[in-house]
């Protein structure tokens, strides 16, 4: 079997730390297929080369080792070893700039010499981009009707019913801030915040990634969170456009790490972001506060896709 050895590292060679995917097709069967233990799903050569290229665009500079390759009759194992920096976009995923340091085994079986069954329990959505910063909630991607699920996936809830629920929740409104790597100021109107606890203090926003500032909050170590007053509609309208420029006339200052404060809120924080987890159409930031700014300006509040004067509240 040491022809068999030096043939796949030669091909993982070529395909993983030169971007060749197509040399692949030198060591695997015509009916292979790649088992991801942890997302429970199979896949086929064509979506291996995927990834393969996926990975070298993401991580421009990958560097792979195998570590060790056993083969036991028709069985086989792979255990390597990867580093690199996560430099450009993966999937829907920015760039974090972390680097890379990863390890990992596959098993396998052999037809005819080639492999035609990988079994894998390291997977680049999953556990690589848990490691660069960009972990997901798992339960989050279950699709419905899995062997988790409580109810009748024909009996849950319809958008428009969730819509409808979500507008009987009484919120205030934020405008979540951040610089991008030229300096630039970022923003958008955000209504899901909401603080964790006071010791440590920790707060949490949720961002949809079709946002134009959602690049910003991965590049971004700090954030700023604005509870906008009730003096300030003009604000909102404005961070909840897609406008190149939201800052444009706005008053704003620089919070001791750089994070964009709007002059005239309710109160204003800085944090650093310390978890990111990604949730289908939103990425989950949870903050630690670092500097806080109250004034004794009422705030403005949401319900119901209106917004409401925050001082005209009656005590029940």
């Known amino acids: 079997m040491s022809d068999f050895k030096d043939l796949v590292r030669s091909v993982w060679n070529a395909a993983w730390n030169r971007g060749e995917a197509d040399a692949l097709d030198e060591i695997v069967h015509p009916d ?3 088992e991801h233990a942890g997302l429970g799903r199979t896949a ?3 979506e291996l080369k995927g990834q393969v290229r996926e990975m070298r665009a993401a991580i421009p500079d990958l560097q792979t080792t195998l570590d060790m390759i056993v083969v036991d009759g028709d069985d086989f194992a792979i255990f390597w070893s990867a580093t ?3 430099l450009n976009a993966f999937g829907d995923v920015p760039p974090t700039g972390r680097p890379l340091q990863a390890r990992g085994a596959i098993q396998g079986v052999l037809r005819d010499g080639l492999i035609i069954r990988e079994r894998v329990t390291w997977d680049p959505s999953v556990e690589m981009l848990s490691d660069l910063g960009a972990p997901g909630l798992g339960s989050a991607f279950e699709s419905a009707g899995t062997a988790s699920d409580a109810a009748d996936p024909e009996d849950a809830p319809s958008i428009e019913e969730l819509k409808e629920f979500n507008r009987k929740f009484v919120t205030g409104v934020t405008v979540v801030t951040a610089t991008d790597s030229t300096g630039r100021p970022r923003g958008l109107a955000v209504s899901a915040y909401m603080p964790i606890s006071l010791d440590p203090p920790l ?3 949720c961002v949809q990634k079709t946002s134009s500032t959602y690049s910003s909050l991965f590049e971004a170590e700090h954030l700023g ?3 906008i007053a009730n003096t300030q509609r003009a604000v909102v309208d404005k961070f909840a456009t897609k406008a190149e420029d ?3 006339e706005i008053d704003w200052h620089a919070a001791p ?3 964009p404060l709007i002059r005239g809120s309710a109160a204003s924080i800085e944090a650093e972001i310390k978890e990111r987890f990604r949730a289908k159409t939103h990425v989950v930031i949870v903050a630690r506060v670092t500097h806080l700014e109250v004034s004794n300006v009422d705030p403005m509040v949401y319900k119901a896709g209106k ?3 925050g001082a005209s509240l009656e005590a029940l």
């Open 203 to 205: 707060v949490v926003v």
């Open 225 to 227: 969170i604005n509870i």
């Open 84 to 86: 690199g920096t996560f």
């Open 44 to 46: 086929g050569l064509t």
């Open 246 to 248: 939201k800052f444009a």
């Open 257 to 259: 790490a750089g994070s």
């Open 32 to 34: 292979y297929a790649l």
């Open 307 to 309: 917004f409401y004067d």
